[in-house]
T-cell receptor
Framework: EAQVTQNPRYLITVTGKKLTVTCSQN?????MSWYRQDPGLGLRQIYY???????DKGDVPEGYKVSRKEKRNFPLILESPSPNQTSLYFC????????????FGSGTRLTVV | GQSLEQPSEVTAVEGAIVQINCTYQ??????LSWYQQHDGGAPTFLSY????GLEETGRFSSFLSRSDSYGYLLLQELQMKDSASYFC????????????FGRGTQLTVWP
């Protein structure tokens, strides 16, 4: 089944403790992206990647890191999480064809206390 | 900067037609996308317009006017399962990866 898989689904952590949210896609998509969703703010793009070793900032990159060493994986790293990074995070991927959209993972609900 | 404006809420009854408008202000506009998200779920892609005009996909249609920086999503023959949030999103620049979302419209369909 074609899908984007992100783990974990739920995570509670403490301020300052480094964490990684994994994301993997099995559709051989070129593009991958991370979004955060907060009530009333919609989806905001954190980082995106156009292919292996090619990444760029989205609208809210501060406090996050990404890497794209393999085409299928695009982990999101929070080196020193803070409470304002408590949010619902979505990983997504898409092909390069213009009339195709992003396929989203099921989401990771992160709470930083 | 950029902005996307869409109504926060829309309500309608089963079988009706509803239109969700989206106006945008952005540099490097490339195209307008629409996504649907049910409560607790992941967003799913509905449609994309790069050129002026109407794109139809079953009960859903999407329209774009580049000169007016305006688009809309039209949902026909509404069903209860269409109750969800709908987001317009702008593809910016020459890279298809760059996607900026509006704040979403909560559609409630009543029986």
């Amino acid at each position: 089944e074609a899908q984007v898989t992100q783990n974990p689904r739920y995570l509670i952590t403490v301020t300052g403790k480094k964490l990684t949210v994994t994301c993997s896609q099995n559709m051989n998509h070129e593009y991958m992206s991370w979004y955060r969703q907060d009530p009333g703010l919609g989806l905001r793009q954190i980082y995106y990647s156009m292919n292996v070793e090619v990444t760029d900032k989205g609208d809210v990159p501060e406090g996050y890191k990404v890497s794209r060493k393999e085409k299928r994986n695009f982990p999101l790293i929070l080196e020193s999480p803070s409470p304002n990074q408590t949010s619902l995070y979505f990983c997504a991927s898409r092909t390069g064809g213009e009339y195709y959209g992003y396929t989203f993972g099921s989401g990771t609900r992160l709470t930083v206390v | 900067g950029q902005s996307l404006e869409q109504p926060s809420e829309v309500t309608a009854v089963e079988g009706a037609i509803v239109q969700i408008n989206c106006t945008y202000q952005t540099s490097g506009f490339y195209g307008l996308s629409w996504y649907q998200q049910h409560d607790g779920g992941a967003p799913t892609f509905l449609s994309y317009n790069a050129l002026d005009g109407l794109e139809e996909t079953g009960r859903f249609s999407s329209f774009l006017s580049r000169s007016d920086s305006y688009g809309y999503l039209l949902l026909q023959e509404l069903q209860m399962k269409d109750s969800a949030s709908y987001f317009c999103a702008v593809n910016r620049g020459s890279t298809l990866g760059r996607l900026y979302f509006g704040r979403g419209t909560q559609l409630t369909v009543w029986p």
